[in-house]
């Protein structure tokens, strides 16, 4: 018999005439709505929100939350996500009131703090990718491609490339890459991939024009690997009038080794959710800043933090009529940014080239400790994260995606599967600097047991996972009837 | 991280002697010693550090009348509680849906609650925040008309007009504006604004103004042209005001900072947007679906995801790869807290308090207000002196009034009703965006009265005029 532990729709939980917020009287001689406001914007029917007092509601979401796995609660190698721990201060700091409840209108004179926190994070950025200027506004990573790209447009129709119309992308990149590329206006040239896994400079050469916009690159690249001809690459680029993108996902592999700055980039952007230890949150809240060079600082958007030559006081700069204008409303996600600042000030320049070291070894050891079972194509060492082609276990009719399912029972959230594109059955794993000796010993057990029961139970992979609440969704059922919210 | 001994095993086990081989690939001309930053802290000195740049920061109390995209809320403390958990903050997307039936649930319930508030059928699982919501809805507007312009209502945002702006030079998308009826502060539906290549016809509920806009017969014109109409309306209006979906809207975006986000300097929070089922293959972002699993118990997934840039890469409808889950699910919970009966509650004492206040300050002499138009719990108010001094001289009585127009404007190209391109023109300078909600308590309205009509009398020129 199946057992059913799955959690009811807060919908169906609840019973009329329940609530959980009591609220003051408007103590204020009242009038009535209809005098207030004309009678054909008043609402005929209310919404079917929850009825349920606060026992309820509070034992409803618990519960969904003991549905999950996360970092707080196991392993969670998923590459190209950089899921590393989420230091408990950072949430504390965020919750501060001095920066919860400040309101984006308040006199700057009343936001100093803040303000300091923010231009100091910039400062940081800064030194980390050695470039020029910031903005801390995009919401997340696309988000930050999306500005970088508009202002890459906006930078060639001031300086007669209007005509640009091109980005060129190496086929191993994020999708996200080329949608923000697309989402700009551009149009999109994908290059294949060398031998080695690099970007294949003699396909660049072939691709550049005076067509090309600008050419985007992840380094190290979504195979885990350094672009080593990423001078010649941003040299090649830069002679034929484009711009240089770079897809800051990676960054943790390399803070304190190398910059995008040096390597001749002109935008990068960060996540913060990932290299500077802000909590995913289930998919966002994130942040994307965005870094550039001399070139393309008077494209940013506004508006950017400054600081008074005189007294030194913190100020918001509007004056910038090369802007691009604005990507989000006010001045980004700033609870997300005292979260990232706490994590910077408290690693310092140590702490953080060590979490750059301590990332790039302990991929490496996965990567030698497993490669017999699980080849990996491309020649190491590999940097913060590897790919693996489980093409070895279809021989077993076993796929990449039972292989991470079964991982579930362990566990242990599985590696990024099926990307990037260009390895087949992948299976891409990055174990991040805050797992210890421990975790990385238990997750190379479990994937060794999985390779001996691929050959001699493969059954119990094509079927896993066994013990989650749930086993895999139809998906097919999903997509072909979707059925995208509650009904009485 | 690793101790000195663990490190030793794993070079071992890799088979190279130190950390530097492992960075042998990056050309040697590009490699650093370092950063050039300060040594790290402990968690003590951390906290000193960020605590007192906290500390230099002024707390608005029930006497800041702030609002102009950005309210304050009384939030629930179980709100916090639940959001705080870590196995929601520090999960990732539900790219695993048998290990993340939390998430991809509280996704499920936060469509549905979009869905029941905006009175349309599909809501996605949201978007980074209200402005480029509107950007997004744009977008998707003009994908579904094959049109190629917008028309953006001067009662939009400033700044969420200009998110606008913004997304719209990249692929080159001409924006046209719509006025404001300068009596009423209420956006003209003149069919001569509609010509039939605007696609997308962007208006806000109720508007920068604080005015409610007659959403039915702007819609009526917008249809009449072949275009749709996005609403950008703010949720917590919604147990009184009717749902835009009922009143003609296509689409429907916003933000739920008003449920549960800390306001947190203008950010996170989260946007939403909801449409017809007709067009959903046209929305960007995450969409959760319900299903089954193998054994016939309901699930919860990711679908519909060949609309997404993992999938279909440059041809996606965004590029957008993350929502804002955990915004969304402090928006969930509160809503939940509240129920049909408290969120008609909380609207109506934000409406009715801000009548009260409205009263009273147009009482006043020399102030008037801006337009005539009906209002929610936000007004503009034309002041006899300019509307910073008057600010800043409340500041110094403990009240924060509200919004200078002017501030909303900078860096932007939009103006006031009838008026001349802002800032700089006298009349926006005098204009204040008051909002109240259920924190401005009843003795802080009065605080407030009694605090402008000193200070009016000090700062009004002696003679008569404006």
Known sequence: MTIDRTEPLVFDKGLPGHRAVDLPAAGVPEMDVSELLPGTLLRTT?????????????RHYTRLSQLNHSVDTGFYPLGSCTMKYNPKINDEMAALPGFAELHPYQALSEVQGILRLMYETEQILLEITGLRRATLQPAAGAHGELTGVLMIKAYHRDHGGAGRDTVIIPDSAHGTNLASAAMAGYRVVEIPSSQRGLIDVEALRRNLSDRTAAVMMTNPNTLGLFEEDVLQISSLAHEAGALCYYDGANLNAIMGKVRPGDMGMDVVHLNLHKTFSTPHGGGGPGAGPVAVSE????????????????????????????????????????????????????MGADGLTRAAEDAVLSANYLRARLRDLYPVPHEGPCMHEFVSS??????????????????????????????????????????????????????????????????????????APHTTVVGRPDEVEASRHPILRWRA | MHTDDDRRRLLEAVGISSIDELFSSIPPALRRAGLNLPGGLTELETRARVEMLAAADTIPDSSSFLGAGCYRHFVPAAVRALVSRGEFATAYTPYQPEVSQGTLQHIFEFQTCVCELTGLEVANASLYDGPSALAEAA?????????????????????????????????????????????????????????????????QQPNHLGVVEDIAALAEAAHAAGALIVVSVNPSTLGVLEAPGRLGADIVVGDVQVFGSAPSFGGPSAGFLACYTAHVRQIPGRLVGQTTDSEGRRCYTLTLQAREQHIRRAKATSSICSNQTLSALAATIHLALLGPAGLRERSEICLQRAHRLHTALCALPGVRPLVTGPFFHEFALVLPCPAAHFARAMRECGVDPGVPLTRLLLGTNVGLPGAGPAPGDAVSEHVLLVAVTEVNTPEALDRYVTAAREILAVLSPTEDGS
Not at chain 1, 441 to 459: G, H, K, L, V
Request: net charge negative; hydrophobic share 40%; charged share 25%.
């Open chain 1, 46 to 58: 209310p919404p079917r929100l929850p009825e349920l007092a606060e026992p309820q509601v509070v």
């Open chain 1, 295 to 346: 070139t393309l600082s008077p494209y940013l958007p506004l508006p950017l933090i400054a600081r008074s030559d005189g007294d030194g006081a913190f100020t918001l700069d509007y004056d910038r009529p090369l802007s691009i204008g604005r990507v989000k409303g006010f001045y980004g996600n700033v609870g997300v940014i005292v979260r990232a600042y706490t994590y910077l000030v408290r």
């Open chain 1, 390 to 463: 489980a093409t070895t276990h279809l021989a077993q009719d076993v796929t990449a995606r039972d292989i991470a399912k079964r991982l579930l029972d362990f566990g242990i959230h599985p590696p990024t599967i099926y990307f990037p594109l260009i390895v087949p059955e992948a299976l891409m794993v990055e174990p991040t600097e805050t797992e210890d000796l421990r975790a990385l010993d238990s997750f190379i057990e479990a994937m060794q047991q999985i390779d001996r029961e691929a050959r001699e139970d493969p059954e119990i992979l094509r079927t």
């Open chain 2, 139 to 203: 977008f998707m507007a003009l994908r579904l008309t094959r049109r190629e312009e917008i028309l953006v209502s001067d009662g939009l945002h400033p700044e969420a007009a200009q998110v606008v702006d913004t997304y719209a030079a990249g692929p080159g998308f001409p924006v046209r504006r719509l006025p404001l009826d300068p009596q009423t502060g209420v956006t003209v539906s003149d069919p001569a604004y509609l010509s039939s290549a605007i696609g997308a016809v962007l208006v």
